[in-house]
C-alpha cells in the first residue's frame, strides 16, 4: 500500500505560536502535539511593528527583516536562545514589549547543527530537515556571478527565501519549476521581474547570479512534503464568495499568498492560530510593518481540510486574471500515513 505521508503531525517541524510580551526575559512555550525546537523563527508584532526573523545559523540575536532592505543587525534583547518546545526572548518592543501581541511563525531544520556542502562552487554550511524538505543555507559570494550553491534539498527546490545580510540589499524569492529566470522581492510589492540573482536550480545546486560582491548570504530553501508542504499557483477569478480552491492536501497551519504576474499587492500570510475558524480574516503583510487587516470582505480565505479556498474578490488574492504563487504549510495532512482521513477543520 503506498503511504499517502510520512509526516502526520505537521506541528513537529512547523508551528505558529501567538503570545503576550512581559517586557522582560520570557521562554516562549509552543502549544502544538508535538515539540517544536526552532530554527527559523519569524516574529511580527501584531500591530505597527517590524517583521524579524533570526535562525539558528547565523545566531539567535541576529536579526534580518523581511519588510526591510536593512542589513543584518544585533538585537540583544531579541531572541536569545532556541529551546526544546520554543525560544527566549527578551523585553525588546519587536519581540516581547510588555502586553503586545505577538504571532512566531517557527520552522525546524538541523537544531543548529550545519554541515559543509561542497556540491557547487562556493562552500556552503547547511541545516538540512531532510523529512520537512528544508534547508538552512548560509554562504559568501564568491565574487563572481556563475557561483554555485549547495543547498542540500535532493531535489530542485520549489521555493526559496533568499537575502545578502551583510548588506543593503532586497530580499530574492525563487519559484524555481514557475519561472525559473524570475524572482520577487520579499520586502516589495513587485511580481516576478528579471533582476539578477537565482538560477540555475536543480537537485544539487542553484546559481548565485547576484554573488558579484562577497556578501554573507542566507537562504531557506523548501521542496513539496506530501501531506506537509506545498508550494504552486492559482489564478483570480474575481468572484465572490466561490473564488479559487486550491488543492493542498492537507489542513493548512500557514499560507502565503503573492500576486506574481502583476505588481502592487503585498505578500499576504494567514495562520490557523490566529484564525482558528472559518473565514479567516487576519492577515499580517510580509513587506510592510503596519498593522494586520482584520476586516471583513478584505482578502478572506477558507482553511481546508485539503487545502484552502479564496472567499473574496479584493486584488490582493483573486483579482480576475491574476496568477498569484502561494506557500503553505500543513496543520494535519488530508489523509495520514495509515491512509485514514483526519477531520475537516
Known sequence: ?????????????????TYTGNGGAQTITNTGNSNLKPDWVWIKYR???DHVLVDSSRGATKEIKS???GAQSTAANGVTGFVTDGFTANGAGDYNGNGGNYVAWQWKA???????NNDGSVTTYVQLNSTAGFSIVKWTGAGNTSGTIGHGLGATPDFIIRRNYSVVTNWQCAFPKQQSAQLMQLNTTNGFGGASGMTGYNSTTFTDGSGGDSASSIAYCFKNIQGYSNFGTY????????GPFVYTG???SYIMVKASSEAGQNWIIGDSSRDPTNVAVRKLFANTSGAPSTAVGDNNWDFLSNGFRIVTQDDGMNKDGV???YAAFAQNPFVTSDSIPTTAR
Open 47 to 49: 500591530a505597527s511593528g
Open 1 to 17: 500500500m503506498a503511504v499517502y505521508t510520512t509526516v502526520n503531525d505537521g506541528s513537529a517541524h512547523f508551528q505558529a505560536t
Open 250 to 252: 492537507f489542513s493548512p
Open 323 to 325: 496568477t498569484y504563487s
Open 110 to 116: 538541523n537544531g543548529g547543527t550545519e554541515v559543509t
Open 67 to 69: 519588510n526591510s532592505d
Open 235 to 242: 489564478e483570480g477569478n474575481g468572484a465572490e464568495p466561490a
